[in-house]
């Protein structure tokens, strides 16, 4: 008979923000963007896992990866930034990336208004449309 252990909602889970569901991102972003949460310091808000690592963790190549973490840095959602490693026989290489989280709040600010922008130039483009009818240009 199997036995089945209680769950800890703090030990074996982590929160997505609900309104990342609100950003438009690709499935692939949120996959992405869920397993950095996951593994995010939760005191600096910061990891530094390979495009492998992710990778391995979500399902998909590096290049694949890579596109997404680009699509989190465009939509203000976290930030990257290149590290360095020293071999053991002195020589200077490129490491992982360090990820910093940012505030979501920052990017649905930034998602509103970019909408509103596109509503104000759409209404801008109205007007000139009706003023140009009018003058019969």
Same mark, same amino acid.
């Given at each position: 008979?199997?036995?089945?252990? =209680?769950?800890?909602?703090?030990?074996?889970?982590? %929160?997505? %923000?609900?309104?990342?569901? #609100? *950003?438009?991102?690709?499935?692939?972003?949120?996959?992405?963007? &869920?397993? *950095? *949460?996951?593994?995010?310091?939760? !005191?600096?808000? #910061?990891?530094?896992?390979?495009? $492998?690592?992710?990778? =391995? $963790? @979500?399902?998909?190549?590096?290049?694949?990866? !890579?596109?997404? @973490?680009? +699509? *989190? +840095?465009?939509? &203000?959602?976290?930030?990257?930034?290149?590290?360095?490693?020293?071999?053991?026989?002195?020589? =200077? #290489?490129?490491?992982?990336?360090?990820?910093?989280?940012? %505030?979501?709040?920052?990017?649905?600010?930034?998602?509103? #208004?970019?909408?509103?922008?596109? @509503?104000?130039? $759409? =209404?801008?483009?109205?007007?000139? $449309?009706?003023?140009?009818?009018?003058?019969? @240009?």
């Amino acid at each position: 008979m199997r036995t089945w252990t =209680k769950r800890d909602p703090v030990k074996n889970y982590f %929160p997505l %923000p609900n309104e990342i569901y #609100q *950003l438009g991102l690709s499935h692939g972003a949120i996959a992405v963007y &869920g397993y *950095l *949460l996951r593994i995010e310091d939760r !005191r600096t808000y #910061q990891c530094h896992p390979s495009y $492998a690592t992710i990778g =391995k $963790a @979500v399902g998909m190549s590096n290049n694949t990866v !890579r596109k997404y @973490v680009q +699509e *989190l +840095e465009e939509r &203000g959602l976290i930030r990257t930034e290149r590290t360095s490693i020293i071999t053991r026989d002195g020589r =200077k #290489q490129n490491g992982s990336l360090l990820y910093t989280i940012l %505030p979501i709040q920052f990017s649905i600010d930034q998602f509103y #208004q970019r909408q509103m922008d596109a @509503v104000d130039r $759409a =209404k801008e483009r109205q007007r000139v $449309a009706r003023r140009m009818e009018r003058t019969g @240009v």
